[in-house]
């Protein structure tokens, strides 16, 4: 069963999200702030990681760099998550390194089909 | 001016006499005419300090006093008493050159009437001349304050801040007047009132709380509408004061007030912005007043600019703020609007797809409104989003060539399921293969996605959309359709056309559907849905492409909407936004060029068209171990544009030069050393 992490500050979209996936068959383990996500994206090594970029603490971006500049854990593909589309530059140049972005309010069908693009 | 008196009865007379020689004749005189008179005693020294201090307007010199010559010879040469006339009483021996240097002569004997005749005539010469030295002094002071008020008028075009304007203003009349207090108060400006002091000895504070209130009283005195001061109290105003010799012991007192001074309101028509007080020991003069009204006159209008330019500042200022205000607001708004939309989004799909249990048809039904309704908002969180960074010229456009029919294709693609809904057909007629434009493929879709969904809000069930595409002239564009405000028009254009047989609309409503928010209110009822501003959107997308766009409307006959796109001038869009990118960017874009042949290819690049506007080019070269390493770099440019202008070097390099290698950066930030960078590329 691939292992997907989501971290997300609302709760409920973690709850929707992650309940749409495991009847899907993903295992989700879910984070509440930046910090947790970023802990857990390590010990847990996930297949794929949804990240939000606003949140408390450590934003989305600097997880995105973390993990995607540090050789052990640089192959996981991220796909953040955004309120703003213009946001779209950032995430996917050069300077963050994600590699999927989708904007809030997002249709489930399109988080299947970015997912199913690296864990198909 | 001041008048001198010519009553020759108050002359002063210096009396040279060899002993008690004609005595007679002279104490006759003096005793008769009244004059005030001084004898010489001592020495030579002694005598041309008497004749020094006492300033005689006649001195009656004897040629047998002592040392008479000497003494004449000195009066003569010192500045002052230049004008005092020596009338000497002269014999046969007397040596003639004396006679050059003196004014008259009386032969001896003397004879009581003739010497008379000839102090008096002597006397009315030295008034004269009294009267010319002091025209001369009047009219050299009035050219000094002519020359300090033509300087201070320059001065005072050459600023726009009050306090400097005031500070010209008191050293032009420190320069003309030498005033001991000057008391200046400021009121109507953009800042708050305040009242400036500057005095050459210490002020006591008694004298400056008197000299504030007398201001603003003063002040009030000039002002008709007394109200506009109600608030002003005391304290409201600042004291700022400057004193010229603050060593010195001495101190303004209380007294000081009752020194000669002048007050002048300075002012432009009614607007009055304070008043200028001096006070001086020595009483003003009427040139005096003249200067001090004519500085305090000079003053008022570039106060007025100044106060203008402040209050326009500060306005500035706080519209900047309230647009940063209104950005970061749209910006917060959208984030906290879409956040909640996201887990109300995926909690109807979990339940429309049965996930979390099998639900009716009608329940599905309803959780599908929902979901539509959904998508509607967040479009609209959208189109406010969009229409305010257009407005803070926020949009970046990423420019590349564009094939538009494959973009009307896919258009068509996304819109037919929702036409069948309505039973719409959406027709695509592209005739032609029609040529690539320089554009942002995602602005172009939406441009025509606002089109599409905009004909289908309005076309009736069972009714059609036709979508045109073909290449016209500028000559075959109705400029009367044209939507304004409208760019210049040049060349060969994509024209789109979507085409409705819906509602339509009346030709005075066609413009205001390009306004904010508005739908046209009358026929709509608002009933569509949608808050009006795709087509603003629109509008503002098509100008940022340098196109145009045009309506044609007939009521209940339907509408055509019809676009014009420049053909691909990669040029000019370029360079638009390259100018826009340079003033927006703290980037610095650098390349490298290395080859082994000796050209001058920065040259031959600035030759290019495309870069040949691109003022902030600046070259390096360095050679190595035989190769050329040309390294430019552009200040503030967006890493589009730099990435847009390398590649269109790179094109013309490969097609020209072999073994040309091309490297290119876009990490610099200002202060970087770009030399060590571009040779470490």
Do not use: W
């Not at chain 2, 305090?296 to 647009?323: C, D, F, G, M, W």
């Amino acid at each position: 069963m691939k292992k997907i992490l989501i971290v997300d500050d609302e709760k409920d979209i973690v709850e929707t999200l992650s309940f749409m996936l495991k009847t899907k068959g993903f295992e989700c383990i879910c984070a509440y702030d930046g910090e947790m996500g970023l802990s857990l994206a390590k010990s847990e090594k996930p297949d794929l990681v949804i990240l939000d970029v606003m949140m408390p603490k450590i934003n989305g971006y600097k997880i995105c760099r973390l993990l995607k500049f540090d050789n052990k854990y640089k192959d996981i593909p991220i796909i953040m998550v955004t309120a703003r589309s213009q946001d779209e530059d950032k995430i996917i140049g050069e300077e963050t390194g994600a590699d999927e972005y989708i904007t809030k309010p997002f249709e489930f069908s399109d988080v299947l089909d970015k997912i199913n693009k690296y864990l198909g | 001016m001041t008048a001198i008196a010519t009553n020759i009865t108050t002359a002063k007379i210096f009396l040279l006499l060899n002993q008690n020689e004609d005595r007679g004749v002279i104490d006759d005189i003096l005793a008769a005419q009244n004059y005030e008179y001084m004898e010489a005693s001592g020495e030579a020294d002694d005598i041309l300090t008497q004749i020094h201090h006492y300033m005689p307007d006649i001195i009656l010199a004897d040629s047998k006093a002592p040392d008479c010559e000497l003494i004449i010879k000195q009066v003569k040469s010192a500045s002052k008493n230049q004008n005092a006339q020596i009338i000497l009483f002269l014999d046969n021996e007397t040596p003639f050159d004396v006679l050059n240097t003196i004014e008259g002569f009386v032969q001896k004997p003397l004879k009581t009437d003739i010497l008379l005749s000839i102090i008096n005539s002597h006397l009315k010469i030295k008034k004269s001349l009294d009267r010319l030295y002091e025209n001369n002094k009047e009219l050299s002071r009035s050219l000094y304050q002519l020359n300090v008020l033509y300087n201070t008028s320059s001065q005072f075009a050459g600023t726009l801040n009050t306090d400097k304007l005031y500070e010209i203003m008191i050293e032009a009349m420190e320069k003309t007047l030498s005033f001991d207090i000057s008391s200046v108060i400021l009121f109507n400006t953009a800042k708050k009132p305040v009242f400036k002091l500057n005095t050459i000895h210490t002020p006591s504070e008694n004298l400056i709380d008197a000299l504030k209130i007398r201001s603003i009283l003063n002040y009030q005195s000039v002002c008709e509408d007394r109200t506009t001061l109600a608030k002003q109290t005391f304290e409201d105003v600042e004291v700022v004061k400057k004193v010229k010799q603050e060593r010195s012991n001495k101190v303004y007192g209380l007294e000081s007030v009752s020194f000669d001074s002048l007050f002048a309101p300075i002012k432009v028509g009614d607007e009055i912005y304070g008043v200028v007080e001096l006070f001086r020991q020595i009483p003003f003069s009427s040139e005096d007043v003249t200067c001090f009204q004519a500085i305090a006159h000079q003053v008022a209008l570039p106060l007025r600019s100044a106060k203008l330019y402040e209050e326009i500042s500060i306005t500035n200022k706080k519209l900047e703020k309230l647009e940063k205000l209104k950005s970061e607001f749209i910006s917060i708004v959208s984030h906290e609007l879409r956040t909640p939309l996201t887990p109300i989004n995926n909690s109807l799909d979990i339940v429309l797809n049965e996930d979390a249990g099998k639900i009716s048809d009608d329940a599905k039904n309803f959780i599908s409104m929902a979901k539509r309704n959904i998508q509607r908002l967040s479009g609209i969180i959208e189109d406010l989003l969009d229409l305010s960074r257009i407005q803070a010229g926020k949009l970046d456009f990423k420019y590349k060539n564009v094939d538009i029919t494959s973009s009307l294709e896919l258009l068509k693609n996304t819109f037919t399921q929702v036409a069948s809904e309505k039973n719409i057909t959406i027709n695509l007629d592209i005739k032609e293969k029609l040529p690539e434009i320089y554009a942002d493929t995602r602005r172009i879709e939406q441009i025509f996605t606002n089109l599409v969904s905009n004909s289908l809000k309005f076309t009736p069930d069972n009714g059609e959309i036709n979508v045109k595409a073909n290449v016209v002239n500028e000559e075959d564009i109705d400029f009367s359709e044209l939507i304004s405000p409208v760019a210049k028009l040049q060349g060969k254009y994509i024209k789109i056309s979507v085409s409705d047989n819906g509602i339509g609309m009346k030709k005075e409503d066609i413009p205001k559907i390009f306004d904010k928010f508005s739908q046209i209110e009358s026929s709509l009822n608002r009933n569509k849905g949608g808050v009006g501003l795709g087509l603003s959107i629109t509008k503002q997308l098509i100008d940022s492409h340098l196109g145009a766009i045009s309506v044609n409307s007939k009521e209940k006959a339907g509408s055509t909407f019809s676009v014009f796109l420049p053909l691909k001038d990669d040029k000019k869009i370029f360079e638009m936004n390259l100018m826009r990118d340079m003033t927006n960017n703290e980037d610095i874009g650098i390349a490298r060029i290395t080859h082994e042949y000796d050209f001058d290819l920065i040259n031959e690049l600035k030759d290019m068209k495309l870069i040949k506007n691109t003022p902030l080019l600046k070259e390096l070269l360095i050679k190595k171990d035989n190769y050329t390493n040309y390294i430019f770099y552009i200040p503030k440019i967006s890493y589009d544009s730099f990435n847009a202008l390398f590649s269109a070097i790179e094109n013309y390099c490969n097609q020209k030069y072999e073994n040309i290698t091309l490297i290119k950066s876009h990490s610099a930030k200002d202060g970087d050393n770009i030399k060590e960078l571009a040779e470490n590329i």
